[in-house]
C-alpha cells in the first residue's frame, strides 16, 4: 500500500523541483546590483574555475535548473521505491528513462506557469510557520492552479508504463494512479473553496488530502459506503473535460505512433478545446456534477422504494451538465484522429485484428470505419 505522504512528495517534486527550471529568486534589487558589480577574478584570487557542463546541477538567475541527470535521479529514487511491484532490472531502467523524460517535457511545458506559484508557496508557508494564513488563501489557491496542470501531467504521463509492465504490475500502476488523483483533485477542491474565501484560519494546503472536508475546511469521517459513492462520482466527473482528452491524445500518440510535429498538432488542438471547456467546467458546475452522480450511485440500495421519477430526474440533470462537454469530447477525438496518416491507421488496424483474432473477437468488431482507422477523417 502506497501511504499518501510518498504521493504528496511527488507531487510536491514535480511542482517545485520540474517548474523551478523558470523560478526568478526573490533577490532585493540592490543585492542584484551588488552580484552584478562582484569583483572580477585576478591572479591573487587564484585560477578561474571554467563553467561547468550541461548534465551538471547549477544555479542560475532563474533558479534551480532541472538537468537530465537530476531528473533521472529522481525518477530512479521513485521507482527503486515500488517494491511491492517486483520490477526486473530491465523494467526499472525503462522505466525510470520514461518517467525522467516526461518530467523534462512538465517542466517545458508548464515550468515558467508553475513558477510564480513555487515562490509564493514557499514564501507564505514559511512565513505562516508551515501553514498559509488565511489573508493569503485567495491569492494562494489563484497561483496553485498554475501548478495543476503540472501535476495532472505527471499522473497522465504513467500511462506511458504500461508497455513495460505485466497484469499485476498494471494492478499496482493503476492503484498508485488512483491515490495520485484523488489527493490532486482533493487539493483542487480545497483550492476552490480557498479561493471562494471558505478557508477555516490558518491551514496547511497538503494535509489531510486522503480526506473529505466539510464546507469549513474540517475533515469527518465518511461510512465506506460514502466513500465508494464519492470515489465513484470523482471517477465518472474525471471521464468527462481535458483531462481525459489529454489522456487520449497521449495513448493515439502511442497507438499511431504520432511524429513530433504530429503531435505538437494534437496538443494544439486539445489546448483550443480546452478553452471551450473552462467556460463550462466552474466550481459550481464540478459540484452539481459530483453530488448528482453521489446521489445516482445509491439508487441501487433503495430499490424497494418508487424511485423511478427521481432517477430520471438525476439522469436528465447529468445529461444537461454533461452533454456540452460530451460534444466537444466526441469533436476533439475525429480531430486527433484525422491527424494520423493511412499508412498509420493501416499499421493500428493491423495490430488490432492480430489481437481480436487470438482472443476469438468476431471481425465486424475491429473494422476500420468503427474503428475510425480509415485514414479518411480528413474527408468527413
Request: charged residues 30%; proline residues 6%.
Amino acid at each position: 500500500m502506497i501511504h499518501l505522504l510518498k504521493i504528496l512528495v511527488i507531487l510536491q517534486i514535480i511542482v517545485g523541483l520540474v517548474c523551478s527550471a523558470y523560478a526568478q529568486t526573490a533577490t532585493a534589487p540592490d543585492q542584484e546590483a551588488q552580484v552584478d558589480q562582484a569583483p572580477q577574478p585576478t591572479q591573487d584570487m587564484g585560477p578561474v574555475i571554467p563553467p561547468p557542463g550541461e548534465e551538471v546541477m547549477r544555479p542560475t538567475k532563474h533558479g534551480i535548473r532541472l538537468t537530465p541527470r537530476m531528473a533521472r535521479a529522481i525518477a530512479g529514487g521513485m521507482v527503486d521505491d515500488w517494491k511491492e511491484w517486483k520490477l526486473s532490472e530491465d523494467q526499472q531502467a525503462r522505466l525510470s528513462e520514461t518517467m525522467a523524460r516526461r518530467m523534462m517535457q512538465i517542466g517545458d511545458n508548464h515550468g515558467k506557469e508553475g513558477a510564480s506559484f513555487l515562490e509564493y508557496m514557499y514564501a507564505t508557508i514559511i512565513t505562516g510557520n508551515g501553514k498559509v494564513p488565511k489573508r493569503s488563501g485567495k491569492e494562494f489557491a489563484k497561483r496553485a492552479k498554475s501548478a495543476l496542470p503540472a501535476m495532472q501531467d505527471f499522473i497522465d504521463g504513467l500511462d506511458d508504463f504500461r508497455k513495460t509492465l505485466n497484469e499485476d504490475q498494471l494492478n499496482h500502476l493503476e492503484e498508485f494512479k488512483s491515490k495520485m488523483q484523488q489527493a490532486t483533485d482533493r487539493f483542487e477542491t480545497r483550492m476552490d473553496r480557498w479561493a471562494e474565501g471558505k478557508m477555516n484560519g490558518n491551514q496547511d494546503p497538503f494535509r489531510d488530502l486522503d480526506k473529505e472536508e466539510t464546507e469549513e475546511g474540517e475533515t469527518k469521517p465518511k461510512s465506506e459506503e460514502m466513500q465508494n459513492a464519492e470515489n465513484s462520482a470523482s471517477w465518472q466527473t474525471r471521464q468527462l473535460g481535458p483531462r481525459e482528452w489529454k489522456r487520449f491524445l497521449n495513448r493515439a500518440r502511442q497507438f499511431l505512433d504520432f511524429d513530433e510535429e504530429q503531435f505538437a498538432e494534437g496538443e494544439k488542438l486539445l489546448e483550443q478545446y480546452r478553452d471551450q471547456a473552462e467556460p463550462i467546467m466552474t466550481p459550481e458546475w464540478k459540484e452539481q456534477l459530483r453530488q448528482n452522480r453521489i446521489k445516482y450511485y445509491f439508487r441501487w440500495k433503495i430499490q424497494k422504494q418508487p424511485t423511478k421519477p427521481w432517477i430520471y430526474r438525476l439522469e436528465r440533470e447529468y445529461n444537461e451538465l454533461a452533454n456540452p462537454l460530451k460534444e466537444l469530447g466526441r469533436a476533439f477525438r475525429r480531430e486527433v484522429m484525422a491527424l494520423a496518416t493511412e499508412q498509420q491507421c493501416q499499421a493500428a488496424l493491423a495490430e488490432l485484428q492480430e489481437f481480436a483474432a487470438k482472443h476469438g473477437m468476431p471481425a465486424d468488431e475491429v473494422n476500420p470505419e468503427t474503428l475510425h482507422l480509415t485514414g479518411k477523417e480528413k474527408e468527413n
